[in-house]
């Protein structure tokens, strides 16, 4: 049964740091391109951060760029969002997102993303 999991959502105040993991079974992460979306109440979902096959190429949106980063371990089948001076803004369900579809390769749009995790929840508040 092919899997993501998140974990590590919660509550942190302004200026806070947290770090996500996506943990994949049923299948291995090694060739294809995993993202990190969020979705807030009455907003679209959106694009926080992907990563290719290796790690060896990253997105971020510009909200997130600077504070976020995106990385993964093939050997753990786990990809990790590290998130540092988190502001109310970034409250959202944040979902890991895998493109089984495409090898080596890079993607930005979500329905490319053909798997999906439920989702952890983070919130930003004092």
């Known amino acids: 049964q092919v899997q993501l999991v998140e974990s590590g959502g919660g509550l942190v105040q302004p200026g806070g740091s947290l770090r996500l993991s996506c943990a994949a079974s049923?299948?291995?992460?090694?060739?294809?391109?995993i993202a990190w979306f969020r979705q807030a109440p009455g907003k679209e979902r959106e694009l926080v951060a992907t990563?290719?096959?290796?790690?060896?190429?990253?997105y971020y949106s510009d909200s997130v760029k600077g504070r976020f980063t995106i990385s993964r371990d093939n050997t753990k089948n786990t990809v990790y969002l590290q998130m540092n001076d988190l502001k109310p803004e970034d409250t959202a369900v944040y979902l890991c997102?895998?493109?089984?579809?495409?090898?080596?390769?890079?993607?930005?749009?979500?329905?490319?993303?053909?798997?999906w995790g439920q989702g952890t929840q983070v919130t930003v508040s004092s």
């Open positions: 990563t290719n096959w290796n790690g060896g190429a990253t």
């Open positions: 997102a895998a493109d089984t579809r495409t090898e080596y390769g890079m993607t930005y749009v979500a329905p490319e993303y053909d798997y």
């Open positions: 049923g299948f291995t992460l090694d060739y294809y391109a």
